[in-house]
């Protein structure tokens, strides 16, 4: 199976895009043909900063080799050092209803926050088809908030096969029902957008201070809690085996749960999870040169890939004469 996913490098990555998408990826290396990027076109809707791009990208690919994707299995690399998928994102735009990219829940939030509706942040969903569709993509692992963009992807694909004959396999998202979303210190969506994330490689001070700052209820100590309702007992559920899970979720519903005990509980589990990860970016981060090259010779990889695609949609467009 064909697996499929990228990742914008937008800012300092957390654990909803760990559990939402970056493990899932790893784990795919192992059985399936893998395709990880990092998505440096998407990222620039919002950073508009030439160095910050670059330097988030290099973090982003340190990131992810640190956390365990390994090179020699899978094609990773940086999305505009494959620019075909703009060619293809041009040829699906005329496949893409504006009042479908109008619609996108994605597009209406970021215009909510502020963000100026200029036409990156609307065709953004175009770009992301043409990544999926170039490299023939099956599944897509993803968190919830990317549903939505994975419906247009179908669509898209749908309306060329449609028009030309067989061209393009439609993709399915994975979203991983026991996360679908994990949430953020306030008890919304974890988002770099909403400023209520937990780093993977925090510093250690920052990290216990952004734990204690976790929003919980006033319930006293001695009476009974619903777990399922409390932020806190959804974060530390992610780095519990499920009979940890069930036995803290029986002292929830008991009573006598401290909240600040499980903050700290939370705290080392979290330092503990990525203890491993933190040590092996530090190696990586001494030879950013390497890191370049294995991103370079992924893009060629994975052009490779990309090429057949690309000319069958060119000759059915009828773009080769
Ligand atoms: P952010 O919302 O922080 O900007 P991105 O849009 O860059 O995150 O998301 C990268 C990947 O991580 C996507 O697959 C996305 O679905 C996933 N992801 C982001 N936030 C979460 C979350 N809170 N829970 C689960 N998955 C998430
Ligand atoms: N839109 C995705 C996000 O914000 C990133 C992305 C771009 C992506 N292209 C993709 C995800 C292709 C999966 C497949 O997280």
């Known amino acids: 199976m064909r697996v499929l996913s990228g990742i914008q490098p937008s800012g300092d990555l957390h654990i909803g895009n760990y559990f939402g998408m970056m493990k899932p990826m790893i784990e795919y290396q192992e059985t399936s043909e893998l395709y990880c990027f ?6 620039m809707t919002s950073v508009l900063d030439g160095k910050k ?18 090179p020699e ?4 690399w940086v ?24 619609r996108s829940h994605s597009y209406k939030d970021k215009i909510q926050q502020g963000i100026a509706p200029n036409h990156g942040l609307l065709s953004y969903p175009v770009l992301m088809a043409a990544d999926i569709l170039l490299y023939q993509g099956e599944r897509v692992p993803v968190g919830k908030d990317q549903q939505q963009h994975l419906e247009i992807t179908r669509d898209i694909a749908f309306k060329f096969n449609s028009t030309f004959g067989e061209t393009f396999v439609i993709p399915e998202a994975e979203i991983n029902p026991n996360i679908p979303l994990v949430v953020g210190m306030d008890g919304r969506k974890m988002s770099k957008s909403y400023n209520n994330t937990l780093e993977i490689f925090c510093d250690e001070k920052i ?3 952004k734990i204690a700052r976790i929003v919980t209820d006033a319930t006293p100590v001695a009476d009974p809690k619903d777990p399922d309702r409390c932020n806190l007992f959804i974060t530390i559920s992610l780095f519990l085996s499920p009979e940890e899970k069930e036995e803290l979720a029986h002292r929830y519903r ?3 749960v401290k909240y600040s005990d499980v903050k700290k509980e939370l705290f080392a589990r979290m330092w503990e999870y990525f203890k491993p990860a933190r040590e092996k970016r530090k190696v990586l981060e001494k030879d950013i040169g390497r890191i370049r090259d294995i991103l370079k010779a992924g893009a060629e990889k ?20």
């Open 73 to 76: 299995k899978v094609f990773f």
């Open 53 to 70: 791009l670059a330097a988030g990208t290099l973090e982003v690919a340190v990131d992810f080799l640190a956390l365990g994707l390994d």
């Open 254 to 256: 008991k009573g006598g």
């Open 38 to 43: 990092i998505v440096n076109y998407h990222a």
């Open 302 to 321: 994975a052009r490779a890939k990309a090429a057949p695609t690309l000319s069958l949609v060119r000759q059915r467009v009828g773009l080769d004469y």
């Open 207 to 209: 990290l216990r201070d």
């Open 79 to 102: 999305q505009s050092d494959v620019p075909e998928v703009t060619e293809l994102t041009w040829i699906l735009n005329n496949f893409t209803a504006v009042g479908l990219l109008l």
